[in-house]
């Protein structure tokens, strides 16, 4: 099965700075995708970003971007110009060919005004 | 934009008795997904479900749990004989097809408190 490592459980930022998480994943498959959801306190599962393990070219969603480099199986969610709607729980997730996820452990996010 | 609904948003049950969990997917999808996560855990995947049938199930979803879409609109999750360890959210999700560019849509969650 595919693991999915998350190794900041918190991480805090100051309003308008850059913050970076990290994720790293495990698997033997060539072909997969991988995700970034933010969970507010409400618990609800929101998609943050999206990149497909054959583009080698990082997803970049207006201020989320990411580093995905394949060969090391590190995908980091970076976050610039942070807001005070940022804060949230952050989950990378991993989805097999199966359509089957993997999410980490999370990393709590604090936005500091 | 379409959502995925789940109802009730919270749900409070004694142990030992059956819940049903429900949820009604976004309405040309195909594909339809439980999962749970315990309290300060990470989201574990429970079943799938395609044309009627269990595609895929994790060692979560033994014998107590059974999936149904009863009414070609709804999706059930049913607990029989919850237990304290149940307690957690339960997410459900839909997809269009089989193809996983887009991932999954998830609904909002129920929160299941056993006591």
């Known amino acids: 099965a595919q693991t999915v490592t998350q190794s900041q459980p918190e991480m805090s930022v100051q309003e308008a700075e850059t913050v970076t998480l990290s994720c790293t994943y495990d698997t033997s498959e060539s072909d997969y995708y991988l995700f970034w959801y933010k969970q507010p306190p409400s618990r609800q599962m929101i998609l943050v970003i999206r990149?497909?393990?054959?583009?080698?070219q990082n997803a970049t969603e207006n201020r989320f971007s990411v580093n995905f480099q394949k060969a090391a199986k590190s995908f980091s969610l970076k976050i610039s110009d942070s807001q005070l709607g940022d804060a949230a729980m952050y989950f990378c997730?991993?989805?097999?060919?199966?359509?089957?996820?993997?999410f980490g452990t999370g990393t709590s996010l604090t936005v500091i005004p | 934009e379409p959502e995925v609904t789940q109802t009730p948003s919270h749900q409070v049950t004694q142990m030992g008795q059956e819940v049903i969990l429900r949820c009604v997917p976004i309405s040309n999808h195909l594909y339809f997904y439980w999962y749970r996560q315990i309290l300060g855990q990470k989201v574990e995947f429970l079943v799938s479900?395609?044309?009627?049938?269990?595609?895929?199930k994790s060692e979560i979803f033994d014998d107590q749990f059974s999936v149904e879409r009863p009414d070609g609109s709804n999706f059930t999750l049913k607990i029989r004989s919850t237990k304290l360890e149940d307690s957690a959210m339960y997410f459900c999700?839909?997809?269009?097809?089989?193809?996983?560019?887009?991932?999954?849509?998830f609904g909002s969650g129920t929160r299941l408190t056993v006591v």
């Open positions: 479900f395609y044309n009627n049938e269990i595609s895929e």
């Open positions: 999700a839909s997809k269009r097809d089989r193809g996983f560019m887009y991932g999954y849509t």
């Open positions: 990149q497909e393990a054959y583009k080698q």
């Open positions: 997730a991993y989805l097999d060919t199966g359509n089957q996820f993997y």
